[in-house]
């Protein structure tokens, strides 16, 4: 969206500096030589390519304008730790009015929600970006866990909706296809793909009630390009693609987008464990693309 924008603001400049420049150099002209000028094809013709210009930028900046999860209900699972406490504390930093962090450890969750508050307490102090009011909130969920995440999105329907739902939390089980059983492969997709799915069935009827809503998926980048020893992995997160594809385009006319994010690796809890025991062959073709510090992704 911020490159489009950019791109957009580009192409404007250049059709302002067109302009400019077209105006700059009439009174070097005799009128004469402006009137014939303003007559031939070579004027319509410009002055029609730049108002397309003009047009398409605007259209541009306007299908790309960016969401704001200002003052939004920001529901983040797996936001325990990696990723997810880093865009919980982006959250914050964002001013979302009220930030709630799933996972199935209390603890760590709890913990979880002490630097949020941190960041908050921080970011006022410094008088940024921020807000201390925020309300940084607890859940304590297993989004595999179909009845208990339906009950949890019936709870908040009545109180609180969320505005933006990212779906993070996830695993990998990382072996050659041949060590892998039949109970990786399901662990992955009740993990990556169902974990999303139940969330969704969840969170998104209110957030189609109310016509308001932002979707994130978090694939990775072994969504895009299947690696040695990811095939149980990866098939889930190709899945979301499809998954993330299909729900923006049934929700997308209910005013809720949903959008799908590929990272790359990322130095996280669950990164350092699963590279304890990646295949050899995964650590030599993995490491052409390096590994990223959270809060960069
Ligand atoms: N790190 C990477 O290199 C990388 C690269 C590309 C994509 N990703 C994706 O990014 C996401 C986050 O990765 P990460 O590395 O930050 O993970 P992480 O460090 O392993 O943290 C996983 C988080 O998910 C929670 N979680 C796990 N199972 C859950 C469940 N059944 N229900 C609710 N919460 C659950 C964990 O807390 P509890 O254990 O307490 O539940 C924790 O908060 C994942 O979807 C991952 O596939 C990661």
Redesign the pocket.
């Known amino acids: 969206g911020e490159t489009a924008s950019r791109g957009s603001a580009s192409l404007a400049l250049c059709c302002v500096v067109c302009c400019a420049l077209i105006c700059r150099l009439q009174p070097c002209v005799s009128i004469r030589v402006c009137i014939e000028l303003c007559r031939s094809m070579w004027a319509e013709l410009i002055a029609f390519f730049c108002g397309l210009a003009v047009l398409v930028a605007l259209l541009h900046a306007w299908s790309f304008r960016r969401f704001s999860i200002r003052g939004c209900h920001v529901l983040i ?10 865009l919980a504390k982006e959250s914050v930093r964002r001013q979302a009015r009220r930030v709630t962090l ?4 209390e603890p ?2 709890k913990q ?1 929600a002490q630097e949020c508050n941190n960041v908050a307490k921080e970011a006022a102090d410094g008088g940024g970006r921020g807000s201390a009011a925020v309300e940084v909130v607890c859940k304590v ?5 179909e009845e208990a995440v339906m009950a949890y999105g019936a709870s908040l329907a009545e109180t609180d909706p969320a505005d933006v739902l990212i ?6 089980v990382t072996k050659p296809f041949d060590d892998l059983t039949a109970a990786d492969f399901s662990h992955c997709w009740r ?2 793909v169902m ?1 999303g799915v139940h969330m969704c069935r969840a969170i998104l009827p209110s957030m189609k009630q109310r016509r308001k809503g932002q979707v994130v998926f ?6 895009q390009v299947g690696l040695y020893g990811y095939s149980a ?1 990866s098939t889930s ?1 190709f899945a979301l693609r499809g998954l993330s594809e299909a729900l923006e385009m049934e929700a997308g006319a209910s005013g809720v987008h949903v959008a799908i994010a ?13 590279s304890q025991t990646r295949p050899k062959i995964t650590e030599i073709l993995a490491a052409a693309s390096g ?2 510090p ?1 809060a960069v ?1």
């Open positions: 699972t797996g936001a325990s730790k990696g990723i997810g406490l880093e799933v996972a199935r450890n760590t969750l979880a969920l297993d989004v595999t866990d779906n993070n939390a996830g695993g990998t993990l990556n974990g978090v694939s990775s980048q072994a969504g992995y997160k590929f990272p790359p690796d990322t130095d996280t809890p669950g990164f350092r464990e699963e590994v990223f959270p992704v």
